[in-house]
């Protein structure tokens, strides 16, 4: 079994920027994807950015430029850098960890951009 744990989301003003954090434990394999999803109200679930265990990225064209992942191989942990945020990035940001084709899903966090 995964766990997937998820912080650093709250209210930001247009512009600002969060971190999200995302903590994986249990039975982690050193080959994997770990990312961020977003699914905003009466939408549906969108890629963010994913990065795998290689370090290799992929980011959803609409947060391309703004957003960064990145990960604590040694922590199985990986981090979303979220800059000149905008209100339609409002949404519940979920971390998932693909590995061994078996998926994981956190609680999500919650995202708010508003003035």
């Known amino acids: 079994q995964v766990q997937l744990v998820e912080s650093g989301g709250g209210l930001v003003q247009p512009g600002g920027s969060l971190r999200l954090s995302c903590a994986a434990s249990?039975?982690?394999?050193?080959?994997?994807?770990m990312g961020w999803y977003r699914q905003a109200p009466g939408k549906e679930r969108e890629l963010v950015a994913v990065?795998?265990?290689?370090?290799?990225?992929n980011y959803g064209d609409s947060v391309k430029g703004r957003f960064t992942i990145s990960r604590d191989g040694g922590q199985n942990t990986v981090y979303l850098q979220m800059n000149s945020l905008k209100p339609e990035d409002t949404a519940v940001y979920y971390c998932?960890?693909?590995?061994?084709?078996?998926?994981?899903w956190g609680q999500g966090t919650q995202v708010t951009v508003s003035s």
């Open positions: 249990g039975i982690i394999f050193s080959i994997n994807v």
């Open positions: 990065i795998s265990s290689g370090g290799r990225t």
């Open positions: 998932k960890i693909d590995q061994r084709m078996y998926a994981y």
